[in-house]
């Protein structure tokens, strides 16, 4: 029988999402011995319109997606892409060492990093003998 996992991520919901030019980019979340790492895509977005941050136990992520016509004497015949505002929000296990939380942006990827606290971390036990 399979046991759950504790949830230490968790996407929650918000007006700010629900807004018609808001975005709510794709994520990903991966987990390793020592971290989780939150990978979501900001397609448009360069590193100085993308906001990452941690409150009340809540991380945000926020962007603006600009998109640039490729010249003047274009005209748009098809729309895939539009202009507009990227949030997320993942409310976050005491788990999550928030001091430590690192974020990069490359190639339309923001890839953030949730160091695990000390105490959520596996560890051995070593067992003594009584004498």
Do not use: C, H, W
Request: proline share 4%.
């Amino acid at each position: 029988m399979a046991q759950d996992k504790p949830v230490k991520v968790e996407a929650t919901r918000s007006e700010r999402e629900l807004a018609e030019d808001t975005f709510g980019p794709l994520a990903d979340i991966y987990e390793t011995e020592n971290e989780l790492v939150l990978v979501a895509e900001v397609p448009g977005a360069a590193r100085d319109d993308i906001s990452v941050r941690v409150d009340k136990g809540v991380l945000t992520i926020e962007g603006d997606a600009k998109i640039d016509v490729p010249g003047q004497d274009y005209a748009r015949t098809y729309v895939s892409f539009s202009a507009g505002q990227y949030f997320r929000a993942f409310a976050l296990s005491d788990e999550i060492d928030r001091e430590k939380i690192s974020a990069t942006v490359a190639n339309g990827l923001l890839t953030v990093r949730l160091p695990k606290a000390e105490t959520a971390k596996s560890r051995k036990i070593e067992i003594k003998v009584d004498d």
